[in-house]
Each structure stands twice: as structure tokens, then as C-alpha cells.
């Protein structure tokens, strides 16, 4: 086995040992199920009635969002768990392993890829019950779909990081709560960024998450000529600013993880 081959097989086997475990964690299998639920239902059902979208209604315009959240708050897990098995001592079980080091990373992340997947089928079914839809092509909403996987990918990598550097589950669950909130309620995943104040509108048309959301609106077809159209150049190109986006955070954050992972293992 070379070089280039050894990390993809081992990076299996261990998304498949990461699977597994999910499947015997009552708690994991309830955030993939059952929190795509809840999000959809009071979301749409809370803030349905109280907010006003000019041309299309609120849930049509509040499911996109409610995606890209779930693919945040998914990704999360991979840091998550890796504090755990940093703490239980898993790490140094795989260290006396004939195994590329990188593959660890990998594995975690290929199986939280799938935890996601599933949540996101769940969500759809949930947002097709309380009446989302998609007004495009098959071929552009499964691009729309993929869009979320790729961005659930990248983002795994950058929690993988944050979760290395931190060493312990208490820390990182206080760090990933203090920058996903803000990011995610900054933006226009559940209101229009039209509506805020000035300098909260130029946040949020730079936001990620602002162009994730709009990406994927414009691909399922969840938009409105009646909405006013940010002028920032995320937003007129939503598309390719989130592919932009997911190869910085490729490039960035898979050597630096690598590079953490290493020297964690080695300490």
C-alpha cells in the first residue's frame, strides 16, 4: 500500500469504526433525527406566522437556512467527538496502528458526512410536509443538496481543528457555541438582511453563512424578485462564493488539523 492509497483505506476503516459507534449512541442517532425535526416544526410554525417574505412564503424562504444551520450544528459533532476520544485515550490505541496519521481526521469526517446526509433527507421530508418546496430542476436541487454536503465536509475540517487545539469537550462546547450562534443569527438564514440595521447588514452580506443560505435558495429555487438583492459581491454570486469558500477551508484547515493531530498523538 503507497503512500497516497494508505491514508484513503485507512480513513475508511475508520469511518466505518465511527459509524458503528453512532449507530450504538441513542444520544448521536437523536441529534441526526430528531433535532431536524424541531428545528423545521417551530421554526416554521413559532416564526412562520410572524414574519412576512414579499413574494413567497416564509417557509419556502426559511428552509434553506434551516439547512445550512443543521449542517453547522452536524459538523460540530466531529469535534466533538474527537475531544472524547482524546480524553478516553483512543489516540494512543491508534498510534501503536501500522496506520497513516491523517486517516484518523479523515474517517471522522467521512462518517460525520454520512450523520449529516441522513439529516438532511430527514429535514427535507419534514420541510416537504410543511409545505417547502423546490421550484427548479432535479439536476439543480441535487447540486443544491451536494452544495450542503461539500460545506458539511469543509466545515468538519475547521471544528476538527478547533477541537485539537482545545483538547477537552467542555472548552470546545463553549467555543463552538459562541461562534456558530452569532454566525448563524447574523445573517439572512431566517430573516431577510435587508430588515437590519446598517452595519449588521454588511456583516451579514459577508457572512458565510449568508452566502451558504442564498446559494442554496437560488439553487432550490426559493427566491423572490420582490426581495431586495444585496449588491455585495457574495450575495450576487452566491454560488461561487461558497465553492470559494469550501476550498479555502480545505486548504487551510486539512494540514493544519493534520499537523495538531500529530502533535497531540506525539505529546
Not at 412576512?52 to 444551520?69: A, N, T
Not at 416537504?128 to 466545515?155: C, M, Q
Not at 495538531?260 to 506525539?266: E, G, M, Q, R
Amino acid at each position: 500500500m503507497n503512500a497516497l492509497t494508505m491514508p484513503i483505506v485507512d480513513g475508511w476503516t475508520i469511518a466505518k469504526r465511527n459509524t458503528l459507534k453512532i449507530r450504538r449512541s441513542p444520544d448521536l442517532l437523536g441529534s441526526v433525527i430528531m433535532l431536524p425535526i424541531v428545528l423545521v416544526l417551530m421554526f416554521a410554525y413559532v416564526f412562520g406566522s410572524a414574519i412576512h417574505v414579499p413574494g413567497m412564503s416564509y417557509r419556502e424562504f426559511l428552509l434553506p437556512g434551516i439547512f445550512v444551520q443543521a449542517v453547522i450544528t452536524g459538523a460540530q459533532i466531529t469535534g466533538y467527538t474527537l475531544t472524547l476520544d482524546l480524553q478516553k485515550g483512543i489516540f494512543d490505541r491508534f498510534r501503536s496502528l501500522p496506520m497513516a496519521p491523517s486517516a484518523v481526521l479523515i474517517g471522522q469526517t467521512v462518517s460525520d458526512l454520512l450523520m449529516n446526509l441522513v439529516g438532511l433527507v430527514v429535514m427535507a421530508v419534514m420541510g416537504l410536509i410543511v409545505g417547502w418546496r423546490v421550484h427548479t430542476s432535479p439536476y439543480e436541487a441535487v447540486l443544491g443538496f451536494g452544495l450542503l454536503l461539500l460545506f458539511a465536509y469543509a466545515f468538519s475540517w475547521f471544528t476538527a481543528t478547533v477541537a485539537l487545539a482545545l483538547r477537552t469537550p467542555e472548552s470546545f462546547n463553549n467555543i463552538a457555541t459562541m461562534l456558530s450562534f452569532p454566525l448563524v443569527f447574523v445573517s439572512n438564514a431566517f430573516v431577510d438582511s435587508s430588515k437590519l440595521p446598517t452595519p449588521l447588514r454588511v456583516v451579514a452580506d459577508w457572512n458565510p453563512i449568508s452566502t451558504f443560505t442564498r446559494a442554496t435558495r437560488e439553487l432550490f429555487g426559493n427566491t423572490s424578485s420582490a426581495m431586495k438583492t444585496s449588491n455585495a459581491w457574495p450575495m450576487q454570486h452566491a454560488i461561487p462564493a461558497s465553492l470559494l469558500w469550501i476550498a479555502v477551508m480545505l486548504v487551510a484547515f486539512i494540514p493544519l488539523a493534520t499537523r495538531l493531530y500529530k502533535k497531540t498523538v506525539s505529546a
